[in-house]
């Protein structure tokens, strides 16, 4: 019994969030886009947030690396920690905690320099590198952790946005996983890749999240099955139900959910 | 409930439940006919109720593929994805009543060889109860009744209680007509198909009840009462 109840402690503080959002709420002015969402994130575990256009699934997980702090309009209540900090703190450092927390867009949106420029840039304005051969380490480990090394290994100095789609949002991915994330929040990162390339992103999405905590916003309901552990349902800025993705999508508790994965939104 | 954005989705599940209600109320015919057949030692009846099993044999295959092609174009989840593999799952067991009924007639066929034997009445109940639990379940699939399905389910006790009633009836007449031995055999196995039936109903129950509320009944809250294969024997021994 005591082994039990020691064994069960010790599962609980693996599950202690890396992230965790508490009654948070968010304004556009006078709009309510957020409304009291408490949602946590864990590492090995991918969180997809899904519900329709506007729901403010989007908004909430740009609240999750204050990027929502660029929109003038735009205002936060509530609190989010990452590993217990209170990451609106006073004391944050917005660009270290952005590099904690990287982000993946729908678009890929490499900078126009070279594949290795654009790996190399976090971990310079970071600092993580002392000498060209930690840079080089740096690059290479993160081409390899995104999937792309043996793509691009013989054409590093090439632009990045030569690359195809795919591979470009595998560069992006590379970029954000060089400066040591702890978390990644992906917006629609497939919404512009063929199948073969969302393939390749799900299954680095996969392989990654032994490593990060993942959140995924994505409109694909088969996607969200496909990739996540957790899903959460947006609708009208509410957290309608989240829960095991295996749960949500074979029997949902609330209606507004099952008739949002099933297609009878009208 | 609401209909889907895309109204072909809909559609093709309207197909699919028509199949399967169709397969519901062949079986119950089935049944009916082979029990009528056997009631009246009529070679011709029962040879019909053979006959008419390749209808169910051939709309099975037919919900095979309409689910096909729901889990291709739609990918279904939630309550349409249960109730798609649920209906799988259902047209098979639908089906296996169908032998079971089949089997019957193939048993009066060669009863009817036999000369003329008293039927025990008994299996007339069961045959009634087992055509209740049918019709039952395949109303509450069709009104989508999950209380209704979850009484059917609770009813395979009473009908496997008639069934070791049956088994014992039909030892006992063994006993005392050895002659009789080869036709009360085929009772036997007659009481067994019955129950059998039954037994395909409370599966269809266990679908129409999961696809309905999403949860699934589990196999060991299955009321099991039937002793014919274990207890009795033993007790006979």
Not at chain 1, 139 to 162: C, H, I, M, Q, Y
Request: net charge negative; aromatic share 6%; proline share 3%.
């Amino acid at each position: 019994m005591y082994k039990m109840a020691s064994e069960l402690e010790t599962m609980t503080e693996t599950r202690k969030p890396k992230m965790l959002a508490e009654n948070v709420n968010v304004f556009y002015g006078t709009n309510h886009a957020v409304k009291g969402i408490t949602l946590d994130l864990h590492q090995d575990e991918v969180t997809a947030l899904i519900g329709p256009s506007g729901c403010g699934k989007s908004t909430f997980l740009r609240c999750l690396n204050r990027m929502n702090d660029t929109v003038a309009s735009c205002r936060v209540e509530g609190r989010i920690t990452l590993d217990g900090e209170d990451i609106y703190a006073s004391r944050i450092d917005v660009v270290q905690l952005r590099a904690r927390v990287g982000m993946v867009f729908q678009k890929p949106n490499p900078f126009p320099k070279s594949i290795y420029d654009n790996v190399a840039y976090g971990p310079r304005i970071h600092g993580l590198a002392q000498t060209r051969t930690d840079l080089d380490e740096i690059v290479s480990t993160a081409l390899e952790k995104a999937g792309l090394w043996n793509e691009v290994k013989d054409r590093l100095e090439s632009p990045g946005t030569a690359l195809s789609g795919g591979q470009q949002q595998r560069l992006c991915i590379a970029r954000a996983i060089a400066v040591n994330p702890e978390v990644i929040l992906m917006d629609e990162p497939c919404s512009a890749l063929d199948p073969i390339a969302t393939a390749k992103v799900e299954a680095l999405i996969d392989e990654l999240k032994g490593r990060y905590a993942i959140a995924i916003v994505t409109h694909s309901m088969q996607q969200a099955a496909r990739v996540s552990q957790k899903t959460a349902f947006f609708h009208m800025g509410d957290l309608v139900e989240h829960g095991d993705t295996t749960e949500i999508f074979t029997a949902p508790k609330q209606e507004r959910t099952r008739d949002y994965i099933t297609g009878r939104f009208g | 409930m609401t209909d889907h954005t895309v109204k072909a989705y809909d559609d093709e599940l309207r197909d699919l439940r028509a199949i399967v209600s169709r397969m519901g109320g062949l079986a119950e015919d089935q049944l009916v006919g082979a029990m009528e057949a056997l009631n009246e030692f009529d070679a011709v009846k029962a040879a019909a109720v053979r006959a008419s099993d390749k209808l169910l044999d051939k709309l099975e295959i037919d919900a095979e593929k309409a689910a096909i092609v729901v889990f291709a174009r739609r990918a279904p989840v939630a309550d349409d994805l249960r109730e798609v593999v649920s209906s799988l799952k259902m047209t098979g067991l639908i089906e296996r009543m169908g032998d079971y009924a089949k089997n019957i007639a193939k048993r009066t066929l060669a009863i009817s060889e036999m000369g003329p034997v008293a039927l025990p009445p008994i299996l007339d109940q069961m045959a009634r109860d087992a055509r209740k639990m049918v019709q039952d379940v395949m109303d509450a699939y069709v009104h989508r009744d999950a209380d209704l399905a979850m009484e059917v389910w609770e009813r395979d006790e009473a009908l496997d209680n008639l069934h070791n009633a049956a088994y014992r009836h039909i030892l006992a007449r063994m006993m005392e007509t050895p002659e009789k031995v080869g036709v009360l055999t085929h009772f036997l196995m007659i009481a067994k198909n019955l129950e059998r039936i039954g037994d395909q109903a409370t599966n269809v129950a266990e679908q129409v009840f999961y696809t309905l509320r999403g949860v699934m009944l589990e196999e060991a809250r299955r009321p099991k009462h039937d002793l014919t294969s274990t207890e009795l024997m033993t007790g006979e021994q």
